[in-house]
């Protein structure tokens, strides 16, 4: 089946403006992550999902940065305001979700952002 | 306590050698410890993957051995290729949905 998908696949953008990136889920994955991937870094949590719901928020950098989801399946994160410190590669991940053994992670190709 | 950390940052190994990558954790309360592969333009990917029962789990020439007493667990790639060339992230998880991860290594194969 399909796995994770998020678009764009590159997105350039100039300093100051708002930008949304797509992420659309494995099909009946309940859970859904988005990470940010520095040059040369780890992958940084921003965000969890369980269905439409957002229990852990607590790695979103600021209030620029925000993520729905919808139909618990695709999901939308914002940045607002872009700055050249969030150039990066966002990460999207989804996993069965609501169980203890149920969390393994499967990760899509990612959305590399380029602020300039 | 949460964070997990990970060596060497970059690696070269000779084609055919053994690849060593290291991670060691805090908290006792993980108990999966899986390894990631990553390549260029592509997401993480799920290689490998350990629970602490178990000392030592190997997968073709992929080989998590696991130190419960020392925390640490390490992944040996044998006879490694250059289509090995790629990051390797390690991670570790207490049973929820919360990974850590490591902050990863960079292997370079030589042919």
């Known amino acids: 089946g399909a796995g994770v998908s998020q678009s764009p696949s590159n997105k350039v953008t100039e300093k100051g403006k708002d930008v949304e990136l797509r992420c659309d889920p494995i099909?009946?994955?309940?859970?859904l992550y988005w990470y940010r991937q520095s040059l040369g870094q780890g992958l940084e949590f921003l965000i969890y999902?369980?269905?439409?719901?957002?229990?852990?928020k607590s790695g979103l950098p600021s209030d620029r940065f925000s993520a729905e989801r919808t139909g618990g399946s695709v999901s939308t994160l914002t940045i607002q305001r872009t700055q050249q410190e969030d150039s990066a590669v966002y990460l999207c991940?989804?996993?069965?979700?609501?169980?203890?053994?149920?969390?393994?992670?499967?990760f899509g190709p990612g959305t590399r952002l380029t602020v300039t | 306590q949460q964070q997990v950390k990970q060596s060497p940052q970059s690696l070269i190994v000779q084609k055919g050698g053994i690849s060593i990558i290291n991670c060691a954790y805090e908290n006792t309360a993980f108990d999966y410890f899986p390894w990631y592969q990553q390549f260029p333009g592509k997401g993480p990917a799920l290689l490998i993957a350990i629970r602490p029962d178990v000392s030592e789990k190997k997968e073709g020439r992929f080989t998590i051995s696991f130190n419960k007493s020392a925390k640490q667990f390490s992944l040996h790639i044998m006879d490694s290729q250059p289509g090995d060339s790629a990051t390797y992230f390690c991670?570790?998880?207490?049973?929820?949905?919360?990974?850590?991860f490591g902050t990863g290594t960079r292997l370079k194969v030589l042919a």
């Open positions: 991670a570790a998880n207490s049973g929820t949905y919360k990974y850590i």
């Open positions: 991940a989804s996993s069965l979700g609501d169980s203890a053994r149920s969390y393994e992670q499967y």
């Open positions: 099909s009946g994955h309940t859970a």
């Open positions: 999902f369980q269905g439409n719901s957002a229990p852990d």
